[in-house]
């Protein structure tokens, strides 16, 4: 287990000394250099608090790696690889990327992901069709619509076929973090 050393590399990558630390989370000093050092383990209240602290998951405090997957079904080459690589670097693995209706539903049948991020417009291919579809036979697969589609209709149409959140393009980084959250 390796929270030690995530405690020390998230209070030093926040700018704060173990005083801070320990102040902030009411213990000693000595505490938090026993945490650092691997000498002791916070208790599950305090790694809780701790998590909230830093704004980590507590698998993050504890060195876990993100194991959830996902698919990209996008006809913009860029928006597809903008996505894979700001996911894969919050360590979801990528099992499939597509650029339409037919090579999605290859790479489904293949394996079906955690998460499945999902454009309205795919050239030919409608997107909302699509997630109808996919809801109905992949109950468990979370999809986020991310779409320049931002009109009333096309979201309450996402969300009236299942949609579990709608990011509208263009997005910065944490927009797809928050709807990663509230999954």
């Known amino acids: ?25 009411g213990v000693t000093v000595g505490a ?5 050092n691997s000498i002791t383990l916070p208790d599950i209240l305090m790694l809780c608090s701790l998590a909230d602290y830093f704004r980590v998951s507590a698998d ?17 080459p860029f928006m597809r ?30 394996s079906i992901p955690d998460i499945l991020f999902l454009d309205i417009h795919l050239g030919e291919d409608n997107g909302l069709d699509l997630l109808k579809e996919i809801k109905e036979q992949h109950l468990s697969t979370k999809i986020i619509m991310v ?4 009109t009333p209709e096309a979201t309450q149409a996402a969300i009236s076929y299942g949609a579990d959140a709608y990011v509208t ?15």
């Open 1 to 25: 287990m390796k929270i030690g050393t995530q405690i020390q590399a998230l209070r030093k990558k926040q700018g704060i000394t173990q005083e801070t630390l320990a102040a902030e989370m």
């Open 32 to 36: 938090v250099s026993k945490w650092e």
């Open 60 to 76: 993050e405090l504890l060195g876990r790696k993100n194991q959830s997957t996902f698919m990209v079904c996008d006809d913009v």
């Open 81 to 110: 690889d903008t996505l894979r690589e700001l996911l894969e670097k919050e360590g979801y693995q990528c099992t499939g990327m597509a650029e339409n209706a037919a090579r999605l539903h290859n790479l489904l049948e293949q």
């Open 147 to 150: 779409t320049a589609d931002n």
């Open 169 to 183: 393009k263009p997005f910065l980084p944490e927009h797809i973090t928050v709807a990663l959250n509230r999954l």
